[in-house]
Nanobody
């Protein structure tokens, strides 16, 4: 069982930066694939980024490549999402997700555990 708690969301102007954190409980955090997803009002939840249990492999959605970076600190049981050059279209609730697997998944249905989300609002 894994519990996930996101933090770091807020209101930022276009072009600004935010760093989201997701703190996980459980002794086996280092064996979990970790992902970030987002959901804007009236839209489906979409993949943002994922990182393998070791941190050696990551994947980012095309819409955020070059602007967002996922990373993890297994000693701290935490995964991060550094978001730079933010755009109004990045406005959404951002969710952290986890699954015990060695494979990278980019679809939400593949993840077993979810946080409650943190709001990110980018003003133009």
């Amino acid at each position: 069982q894994v519990q996930l708690v996101e933090s770091g969301g807020g209101l930022v102007q276009a072009g600004g930066s935010l760093r989201l954190s997701c703190a996980a409980s459980g002794r086996t955090f280092s064996r979990y694939l970790m992902g970030w997803f987002r959901q804007a009002p009236g839209k489906e939840r979409e993949f943002v980024a994922a990182i393998s249990w070791s941190g050696g492999i990551s994947s980012h959605a095309d819409s955020v490549k070059g602007r967002f970076t996922i990373s993890r600190d297994n000693a701290a049981n935490t995964v991060y999402l550094q978001m730079n050059s933010l755009k109004p279209e990045d406005t959404a609730v951002y969710y952290c997700a986890a699954r015990s697997t060695l494979v990278i998944f980019t679809t939400s249905r593949e993840y077993d555990y979810w946080g409650q989300g943190t709001q990110v609002t980018v003003s133009s």
